[in-house]
């Protein structure tokens, strides 16, 4: 049951992180400058990959370039779309054993056990499950921030390097998540329960040399070079912790109460996402001229989460060996 649960987060991590390179390059390097149709979304897409070049371009403007550089490449969307099929496909072949449950009333008194049910299982007999999800949802807090806002932020306004640098930066982050899942795969009967906290520990380490380089007098592309590298590692990081949370939250909860326990950890992180996007934005706003304040604390904080969170990591691995006894 393990070893098929972590294929499945592991299998649609992948598609999914192949869906985000697909999307990340050839939108934000400006390949893709339009795509069909004449929609909201697809005008301001337009005006946020073509209009990198120039931000006075209208949409009109924009689809000539098109013409311009080739109309065949308005139809890599669609490479994203076949992707994101292929992943669903893959959902297909999930199988889940089915519980006939009793009727306990109306839809709205069943929404309520369950929920009551699934509460008191994470918050009072596995208190783990919510410890783990509390550390899941900080670690999105800081990527999330600092990857969503702080990257573009940092390429184009503070380094002022084009677009091309930017979606070359994203390309780069979609593969090290790619590369980052595919490690958590070959570890997984490596990587032992207390070593999690080492992961959040180098999560921060990855964050702090982003902000020292912008303390050194060097030009915009060593600046740029070391950056991409630290995060990546963050990113590489974040994706192989995620792949290990979410197995063992699964791993402690009953079959019956999978489902509502899941629904609760992507909750917590969808919503804790644009929270860290919307403080790292107002932190990246304020320390515009000095990002390393922003940079450098926050890969501390999250040094100190993952080394204080060590002996709840050996306690969970402890429980784990005495229920496998």
């Known amino acids: 049951m393990t070893e098929k649960l972590f294929t499945k987060n592991f299998t649609l991590l992948i598609f999914g992180a192949a869906n985000l390179i697909v999307w990340e390059f050839y939108t934000k390097t400006g390949v893709i400058h339009v795509y069909t149709g004449s929609d909201w979304f697809s005008s301001h897409i337009c ?64 929404a309520k056990q369950d929920f009551l049910s699934s509460m008191r299982y994470i918050s009072k007999e596995q208190t783990s499950i919510s410890k783990m999800l509390l550390l899941t949802a900080f670690s999105r807090f800081f990527v999330m921030g600092i990857a969503i806002v702080g990257l573009p932020f940092l390429v184009r306004t503070v380094l002022g390097l084009n677009a091309k640098y930017y979606g070359a930066a994203e390309s780069a982050l979609a593969v090290a998540t790619i590369l980052g899942s595919i490690a958590a795969g070959a570890w997984a009967e ?68 999978i489902g509502k326990v899941m629904a609760y950890t992507s909750t917590v992180t969808l919503c804790v996402q644009p929270i860290g996007q919307i403080v790292y934005g107002f932190l990246f706003d304020q320390f515009h001229s000095a990002v390393y304040f922003v940079l450098i604390p926050t890969g501390i904080i999250v040094c100190i989460i993952g080394l204080s969170a060590m002996s709840f990591f050996r306690n969970m691995e402890r429980e784990q060996q005495q229920v496998s006894a």
């Not at 073509?50 to 065949?72: E, K």
């Not at 669903?88 to 519980?99: A, D, G, P």
């Open 190 to 257: 490596k990587l032992k329960i207390h070593k999690l906290s080492v992961l959040l520990a180098f999560l921060g380490i990855f964050i702090i040399p982003a902000g020292i380089i912008f303390l050194l007098p060097v030009n915009a592309i060593i600046k740029y070079g070391v950056m991409i590298v630290s995060f990546c590692g963050m990113q590489a990081v974040i994706s192989i912790f995620s792949i290990f949370a979410v197995s063992l939250i699964q791993q402690k909860t009953p079959n019956h109460l």
């Open 47 to 110: 005006r946020d990959t073509v209009c990198c070049y120039n931000p006075g371009h209208s949409f009109v403007t924009a689809w000539r370039h098109l013409g311009r550089q080739g109309r065949q490449t308005e139809y890599y969307g669609s490479v994203k779309r076949i992707d994101w099929h292929i992943g669903s496909l893959f959902e297909c072949f999930i199988k889940l054993s089915y519980q006939r449950m009793q009727n306990q009333g109306g839809v709205f008194q069943t």
